[in-house]
């Protein structure tokens, strides 16, 4: 028989290695990498939150100062200087000769110019002119009104029926309208210029008594 063992060789499991203390340098790494990260997280933050603040800034300026809005004229405060009527007779048929002072005033309510063309502005009683002046070509400064002085004188001549004249000169009041129309361009940051046509469209009724007052309205 084979020679008997009998000193058995007992196995031991290894002792698990023991786990070494991270140097100081290995910690600064990682605080580093750490620091690094958080750094970037708020760069990105910073990025995303610019880029929402220009794109609010961006889309308030285009909706603001960035839209063109078409200018306004309007007659201003009318002053009579020479009122002649008469109501009509057998012998005449009514008629008037009128003439007050007013302004033509051009309303920009724009962040840049307005340039306008000359034009006239005409006087009518019932579709038909009785009087007309002339705008001189001009320009409204930003957010600003043009202000302009002009004579006006109206009168009956041309006047083919005098009917509903006669029954208005009776009455007391002499109802005119007022056309106008400006052609221009509105300038932008010196770089974009935009075409625009302010139009006026007024009424005019004119009190024949003492006090000779005009009641105006525009649209």
Known sequence: ???QITNQEQVYPLAPASKM???DEESNTLQSNELRRKKRIKLAIYIAAFAVFQTIVIVVFSLTVMKVKTPKV????IELKNVTTTAGTQASSPSFDISFT??????????GPYKYDSSNATFLYQGVTVGEIFIPKGKAGMLSTKKVGVTVSVNS?????TTSL???LGAGTLTLNSQAK???KVELMFVMKKKKSAQMICTLSIKLNADNAVDLKCK
Do not use: H, I, Y
């Open 166 to 168: 006669g029954n208005e």
């Open 182 to 184: 400006l052609s221009g």
């Open 1 to 3: 028989m084979g020679e």
């Open 157 to 161: 001549n041309a006047l083919t029926s």
């Open 74 to 77: 309007r007659l201003g405060t």
């Open 21 to 23: 203390p991270r140097s």
């Open 102 to 111: 007013t302004q033509v005033r051009v309303k920009n309510t724009n962040f």
